[in-house]
């Protein structure tokens, strides 16, 4: 039994070793993320309600067509239609039909129900693009945010060694008299506090990474690696559009608008078939049917009555044709089409203001991207000169702190200045790239 566990316990550990991390690149995370999206799965399924009412809609021009038959049971005293007589026997009687119906004419109430079904499925259609480009965009946000934090976390991991193997060096200069002692305390505090924020960095990363795979709707407990997105230097130096011609384009393709700009049409549409409800509708009707009794039925041919005529015969025998055509002509009723037409005319004045609103957002969105992308292309520059130049300080200064020519103080400015210049740098180069792929993201690129 022990030997039974043992095996168990130790295929379960073999099988957990063996399991590998799984690396996602920005490409994985917007896939998974597209295909396990709930809004965007709920958007497609909008998207068929929205088809099924399109459908409804044009159906809704064609007559109508029902066949009933029912088979009756009387009892007592009571006139036989069939055989034209009073009895006061147990009858079985049926009365088979077929009934049509069509509206002729309502206004036009089909007409503009059949456009507001179109507009919608248009506008169902681009909620579905605006989710996916919101799918897109979030993910790279935190895409984004997550490589951000493995650089920060690497800027982090190579201070605290550095100041690890600055102590050391010192430590082992005191022990042979030649050290500075105020040096070793001032690396040991130093090194403390990175170490908190190397913890907090490495914090930062967690919360980012888990934030990017709860927003692919994967398992948390599973092991993934955020594999970075490799960077040319010529994609940072590339000359963009001019803003005017990045609005325009994103203006004319975006999603969300183009849904604004559905629910607007539908909307008219939806007034107008309410206005209809103030016009007459003209309205045909028409049934073929037949009867039986078990009483027997007359022959419309001999005149005679014929108490055992079957089934069959006394369809022959009892077929008729009818046709009704009905006016109605609204008068009165208690203002209820009023109301309808004032609520439909105010869901008009508020598609028309979120079609505003849905520009305002696109614009100030672009503009901000725009700017942010500028912006970082701008800081690029400088903050690689930056670097450049705290790198050479820094290891001017460090060799003159390991021969004991200048103080801690100094040095440590020095290290933080330098790396304050690595996170400038990576900040840029990411903001550049990414800002730059969202900024197609909206031209439909």
């Known amino acids: 039994m022990r030997k039974f566990i043992f095996g168990i316990i130790l295929f379960a550990s ?70 034209a007589r009073q009895v006061s026997a147990t009858t079985n009687s049926s009365n088979p039909n077929l009934s049509s119906s069509v509206i002729i004419f309502n206004g036009f109430s089909n007409q503009y129900n059949l456009k507001q079904r179109e507009s919608e499925q248009r506008a169902a259609e681009a909620a579905v693009d605006n989710a996916q480009l919101s799918v897109k965009s979030n993910i790279m946000t935190f895409y984004l945010n997550a490589v951000l934090s493995q650089e920060n976390l690497r800027i982090a991991e190579d201070r605290v060694r550095l100041l690890e193997s600055q102590l050391e060096r010192e430590e082992k200069r005191v022990s042979v008299g030649v050290g500075n002692l105020d040096a070793v305390y001032n690396l040991r505090s130093q090194l403390s506090n990175e170490k908190q924020n190397l913890i907090s960095a490495k914090n930062t990363l967690a919360t980012n990474e888990l934030t990017l795979i ?51 049409d539908a909307a008219n549409y939806s007034y107008k078939r309410t206005s209809a409800g103030q016009f007459p509708t003209l309205s045909a009707f028409g049934r073929i ?127 933080t200045n330098k790396n304050r210049a690595e996170l400038q740098l990576v900040n840029a180069k990411y903001s550049i790239v990414f800002r730059k792929q969202i900024l197609e993201l909206f031209r439909g690129e």
């Open 214 to 264: 709860q927003a692919m709707q994967l398992d948390p407990s599973d092991n993934y690696i955020i594999k970075p997105t490799s960077i040319q230097e010529e994609e940072l130096l590339t000359e963009i559009d001019p803003f005017d011609l990045v609005l325009s384009d994103a203006l004319k393709i975006n999603p969300a608008i183009d849904q604004a700009g559905a629910n607007k």
């Open 14 to 83: 073999l099988t957990i070793a063996a399991q590998e991390a799984q690396e996602l690149s920005l490409d994985d995370c917007i896939s998974i993320a597209m295909e396990k999206n709930i809004d965007l799965k709920r958007a497609r399924n909008n998207e068929i309600s929205a088809r099924a009412n399109r459908f409804q809609a044009i159906m809704n021009f064609f007559p109508s067509l029902t066949a009933g038959i029912n088979y009756d049971y009387f009892f007592g005293n009571f006139f036989d239609q069939n055989a």
């Open 289 to 415: 049917g037949s009867n039986y009794s078990s009483n027997g039925a007359r022959n419309p041919e001999t005149g005679d009555f014929e108490p055992n005529a079957t089934f069959s015969d006394q369809l022959d025998f009892n077929k008729f044709e009818y046709v009704n055509f009905q006016l109605n002509i609204p008068i009165f009723n208690r203002f209820q089409t009023r109301r309808d037409i004032q609520v439909a005319r105010v869901g008009v004045l508020n598609a028309e203001l979120d079609f505003q609103q849905a520009q305002n957002s696109v614009t100030n969105l672009v503009q901000r991207v725009y700017l942010d992308m500028l912006n970082a292309q701008t800081t690029y520059q400088s903050a690689k000169e930056n670097l450049e130049a705290q790198q050479s300080i820094f290891d001017f200064i460090k060799k003159r702190f390991e021969t004991g020519n200048t103080d801690f103080n100094t040095y440590q400015e020095s290290l």
